[in-house]
């Protein structure tokens, strides 16, 4: 490994981006509940406030709507805002400023005025959060217009990305899962950018597909190594971004394959797996199909705090090892 390259941790790569970014750029602050002294809810921002003082990392009210708003038209005035949701459930109090004004403004003002706002969202089940703190909402946010939504797997992607998401002029949604804050990973020194719209193949194959987000990257590709050893070769595609989603990588892969698992946490229905179903269906990797496609999400049901009901309602590892085999197979 390059000297340059260090093993980090999900959130010790994100607090660096964090503290990268604002060391290069004074318009760069950091606004959320609980991010100065006690370092935030899942510790990511640690010791920032140390670093930077109370002025750029800033405990926010307990109000998303207000902590947003004060984010958004920071936004329209030239600075650079990181507010931190302490769950991403939480959304759900701040969309008229998300929805309503981040993601119109700049159509809305003819292009004078963009919103450079980064807003990050802790999301995912697993943690014994329950039903109101653990839920995956990040095809809410991809289906508006105006609004990047990005996922980032591994500790190396979270930084570039966020880096990326720093420099955008748009709004950008980063969806980290809970899961992942304590998944080490090599981590670049310095600065860097992964591009945000872009997919990564992790694994290449020729037997099926799956494309995946966030956690359940991982959790694919510990089904692959597992069906590997019954000459089942699987293909990977991290899907990284939402929105704007890489359709011509998701595509490839597929008339690579001719077979499509979409493995997510969300809800099944009206989640990702679908948009992502729709690209192949409605593109010349439909010819090339040799099985339906297949969507493998999170039950129809509120996260329940019992840990292992909480397991049995979103995709794990023997679930995704049973929908590629029975796809391969011709049994779906």
Not at 129 to 154: D, F, N, R, Y
Request: proline residues 6%; contains cysteine; hydrophobic residues 45%.
């Amino acid at each position: 490994m390059d000297a340059s390259v260090r093993e980090l941790s999900y959130s010790q790569a994100i607090q660096e981006a964090m503290a990268l970014a604002m060391e290069a750029d004074d318009r760069v602050f950091l606004m959320g509940e609980d991010i100065g002294v006690y370092g935030g809810a899942f510790q990511v921002t640690g010791d920032l406030v140390d670093r930077f003082g109370s002025e750029r990392v800033m405990d926010t009210p307990i109000s998303e709507l207000g902590g947003a708003g004060v984010a958004v038209g920071a936004a329209m005035t030239g600075m650079r805002p990181i507010f931190e949701f302490q769950f991403s459930d939480f959304a759900t109090l701040a969309m008229e400023q998300i929805v309503n004004q981040a993601a119109k403004m700049r159509f809305m003002l003819g292009g004078e005025v963009s919103v450079p706002v980064v807003m990050r969202f802790p999301a995912g089940s697993g943690t014994g959060a329950a039903a109101q703190h653990s839920q995956s909402l990040e095809a809410w946010l991809g289906h508006v217009p105006g609004l990047k939504v990005i996922q980032p797997a591994t500790p190396h992607d979270v930084k570039g990305m966020l880096l990326a998401a720093v420099a955008d002029p748009d709004p950008v949604m980063i969806f980290e899962h809970k899961l992942l804050y304590k998944m080490k990973g090599p981590v670049p020194e310095g600065h860097y950018t992964v591009p945000i719209g872009k997919a990564e193949v992790r694994r290449e194959g020729r037997d099926l597909t799956i494309v995946a987000t966030s956690i359940m990257v991982h959790k694919a590709l510990e089904a692959a190594e597992a069906l590997a050893a019954e000459g089942i070769d699987i293909e990977i595609v991290d899907l990284r971004t939402i929105r704007p989603m890489d359709k011509d990588t998701i595509i490839a892969s597929v008339k690579k394959t001719s077979r499509l698992l979409c493995v997510y946490e969300a809800v099944k229905t009206l989640g990702i797996g679908a948009e992502v179903s729709a690209a192949v269906a409605e593109s010349e990797a439909f010819d090339y199909l040799d099985a339906p496609i297949v969507r493998l999400g999170g039950a129809e049901t509120p996260i329940p705090y019992n840990p292992e009901l909480e397991k049995a309602t979103v995709p794990q590892v023997p679930d995704i090892v049973a929908a590629a085999r029975d796809l391969v197979r011709g049994k779906r």
